[in-house]
Each structure stands twice: as structure tokens, then as C-alpha cells.
């Protein structure tokens, strides 16, 4: 079992920055952070493997940046520019054993 809480959301301007975290009960290897707007299906945000490789989806890349501290079993990530469209809960994400885990999401909401 792995439990997966995140933090850092809340309300900002468009293109204030914003750094989401979420930390892991235990050590994890591939993790990812995704979202879901209002009204809209979940999505992938960004993922990072336990060697630091990430990938990004086409609307955040050079924007949005994945971090990992392993040692706190801390995964980051850090939101700049953001845009109105930005706005959504936030999960992070990872897999064990084939299943996956959740967090309870952390708010983001960006006004323009």
C-alpha cells in the first residue's frame, strides 16, 4: 500500500508560479502528477521515472517542471505561466505491483 498526499494548491493570478508536492508513504519509482478541469477527463500532467527522466504533456512543456526528492519521498512540481486554463485538481500518481495509487488531489484555480 501506498498512501500519496498532495499540497500547495490554492488561487493565483494568471503567470504567478505555483510548486505543488506530494509525498509518498514509502519509496516509490515512477511517479506522475495529473489533473482534472472542471467538467473534463483527468490527465496526464508530467511523470518521472526513479532515474529523474520525465516527460511532459504538450500544454505544460516549458512551463511545468517534475522534481523528485527521493531521499524525502517527495515528488514536486512546479507550475510557472501559469494560464486560466491551468485550473483543476491536481493528483499525483504512481503504480504497485500493477495497481495504481492516488492522492486526494490538491486544488488549482487560476484567475485571469
Known amino acids: 500500500q501506498v498512501q500519496l498526499v498532495e499540497s500547495g494548491g490554492g488561487l493565483v493570478q494568471a503567470g504567478v508560479p505555483l510548486s505543488l508536492s506530494c509525498v509518498a508513504s514509502?519509496?516509490?519509482?515512477?511517479i506522475g502528477w495529473y489533473r482534472q478541469p472542471p467538467g473534463k477527463e483527468r490527465e496526464l500532467v508530467a511523470v518521472?521515472?526513479?532515474?529523474?527522466?520525465?516527460d511532459y504533456a504538450d500544454s505544460v512543456k516549458g512551463r511545468f517542471t517534475i522534481s523528485r526528492d527521493t531521499a524525502k519521498k517527495t515528488v514536486y512540481l512546479q507550475m510557472n505561466s501559469l494560464k486560466p486554463e491551468d485550473t483543476a485538481v491536481y493528483y499525483c500518481?504512481?503504480?504497485?505491483?500493477?495497481?495504481?495509487?492516488w492522492g486526494q488531489g490538491t486544488r488549482v484555480t487560476v484567475s485571469s
Open positions: 500518481n504512481t503504480q504497485q505491483n500493477g495497481r495504481p495509487y
Open positions: 514509502r519509496i516509490i519509482f515512477n
Open positions: 518521472i521515472t526513479s532515474v529523474g527522466s520525465t
